[in-house]
């Protein structure tokens, strides 16, 4: 029993906010909604997990990196730090890509070049 992979997961999710942090993305630039967004997107895919779970879908794995700490049957710990990463890091990829597209449209205007 090890917490490698939560470990991973942790370090995962604080690099997803010096990303946020640097580029003013999601939590910087409106935490209240930002984790009302965050915790409607993890609650959903959480009660997808157990849903699954319950119909006898989804299993735990287990390995020597997991701590082996389970929130519901067949539930780990991990699962929902998992989920909470991946809500985040579809949030700030859809307003990266928005700020990157943004700053093209305004940068080939400023300069006046035809396209």
């Not at 990303?19 to 409106?30: C, E, G, I, N, Y």
Request: aromatic share 16%.
């Amino acid at each position: 029993m090890t917490f490698a992979y939560l470990g991973a997961l942790i370090v995962s999710l604080a690099g997803m906010a010096l990303l946020d942090r640097a580029f003013t993305l999601f939590f910087w630039k409106s935490p209240v909604r930002a984790a009302l967004v965050l915790v409607v997107g993890v609650t959903f895919f959480a009660c997808w997990d157990l849903l699954g779970i319950g119909w006898g879908i989804f299993r735990r794995g287990e390995t020597d990196f997991m701590s082996g700490i389970v929130l519901a049957p067949e539930f780990p710990l991990e699962e929902l730090f998992f989920l909470t990463f991946l809500c985040y890091l579809t949030v700030i990829l859809v307003f990266g890509i928005e700020k990157i597209v943004a700053r093209r449209a305004g940068t080939s205007g400023r300069r006046g070049g035809a396209s």
